[in-house]
Nanobody, 119 residues
Framework: QVQLVESGGGLVQAVGSLRLFCAAS????????MGWFRQAPGKEREFVAS??????????SYAASVKGRFTISRNNAENTMYLQMNSLKPEDTAVYYC??????????WGQGTQVTVSS
């Protein structure tokens, strides 16, 4: 059974940094696209970033709101994924979820980790 566990969230002041972790288990994910979504109170869950690999080349994609501030990475040998978040803003406050895609869509989800950015 696929299981995803996020960690690394917390309270940080604006312009600070946090690094989120996602540990995956249940199968090997080296060929799967993985990503991060977030959901703020009263809002829909939204895409943050994704990462995939093909023939040794890594592809990453970011939401416009985080591009240049967030960096997604992964370690296939350890089945882990990371999200380095710099220059955080209060509007980045949300529960962050890691996901594994299946057939082009996010399919497996973790329980989420809270990120709170104070002004």
């Amino acid at each position: 059974q696929v299981q995803l566990v996020e960690s690394g969230g917390g309270l940080v002041q604006a312009v600070g940094s946090l690094r989120l972790f996602c540990a995956a288990s249940g199968r090997t994910f080296s060929s799967a696209t993985m990503g991060w979504f977030r959901q703020a109170p009263g809002k829909e869950r939204e895409f943050v970033a994704s990462i995939s690999e093909n023939s040794g080349t890594t592809y990453s994609s970011y939401a416009a709101s985080v591009k240049g501030r967030f960096t997604i990475s992964r370690n296939n040998a350890e089945n882990t994924m990371y999200l380095q978040m710099n220059s955080l803003k209060p509007e980045d406050t949300a529960v962050y979820y890691c996901t594994i895609y299946s057939r082009g869509l996010p399919n497996y989800w973790g329980q989420g980790t809270q990120v709170t950015v104070s002004s």
